[in-house]
């Protein structure tokens, strides 16, 4: 898991460098908003719709389609029995609505609201790889259900989590629960591999190991443009 945790870390950080991109535009009308003025929050939410919105989008996908490759070659990897048409890629959260709006209400400077935003648009990303593997357990005949692995330095919550060794196979009986900054990791967790000691952190399990594709990125970069030169 810690392969495939770190390269959903590097889609992240590509995201990272996208947004502060943006933060010398953002900071005047956030400025604004912290203010009372309403013209500038409707800008501040167009902003999320028209931008944010699709860099989520993106970088989600980028991370889910991590999350299914891992999947699919790992059951491969570990000869998983049964019949499997591929992982079920996961859609990225892309409503920025109540992400800006909270932002905006919870802090009160101009750079707690730029990080709040960040630090939700890094959760989304990272929750479209962690439902990848839990719609794909949901899918799987042969999986017993899902496990959480904690990231180094967890929190007391995560921590306990993960002592628990439970395995979860409805999303009745439980949901991942991430926090921000969280970087705990869903793994499945099958018959034949109840343990998950056999689920594989070499660089062969992933096979798309892009974040975005030149395409995508350059897209994102003339949406990212073109907002700030308006």
């Not at 969280?182 to 062969?204: F, H, M, V, Y």
Request: aromatic residues 6%.
């Amino acid at each position: 898991a810690d392969i495939l945790r770190d390269r959903v870390d590097d889609v992240i950080a590509d995201m990272e460098r996208q947004f502060g991109v943006l933060v010398p535009n953002l900071e005047g009308i956030v400025a604004d908003v912290l203010k009372g003025d309403r013209a500038a929050f409707q800008q501040l939410q167009s902003v999320g719709r028209g931008v944010i919105a699709p860099m989520i989008d993106q970088y989600g996908l980028a991370s889910g389609t991590l999350a299914a490759d891992w999947y699919d070659l790992n059951r491969d990897l570990l000869k998983v029995a049964g019949p499997w048409s591929g992982a079920s890629l996961q859609d990225p959260n892309v409503d920025t609505g109540p992400l800006i709006g909270g932002s905006a209400t919870q802090f009160v400077t101009v750079e707690s609201i730029l990080a709040g935003i960040l630090s939700g648009m890094e959760l989304r990303v990272r929750q479209a790889a962690q439902g990848t593997i839990m719609d794909s357990v949901l899918r799987d005949k042969q999986a017993l259900g899902w496990g959480r692995i904690a990231s180094p330095g967890c929190c007391a919550y995560c921590a306990m989590l993960a002592a628990r060794g439970a395995v979860y196979r409805t999303r009745f009986t439980a949901t991942f629960c991430p926090h921000d900054h969280c970087q705990c990791q869903a793994i499945p967790l099958w018959k034949s591999n109840a343990t998950a000691e056999g689920l594989r952190s070499r660089e062969d399990t992933i096979a798309t190991r892009r974040g975005l594709t030149d395409k995508q990125r350059t897209n994102q970069n003339t949406q990212t443009k073109s907002w700030i030169a308006d």
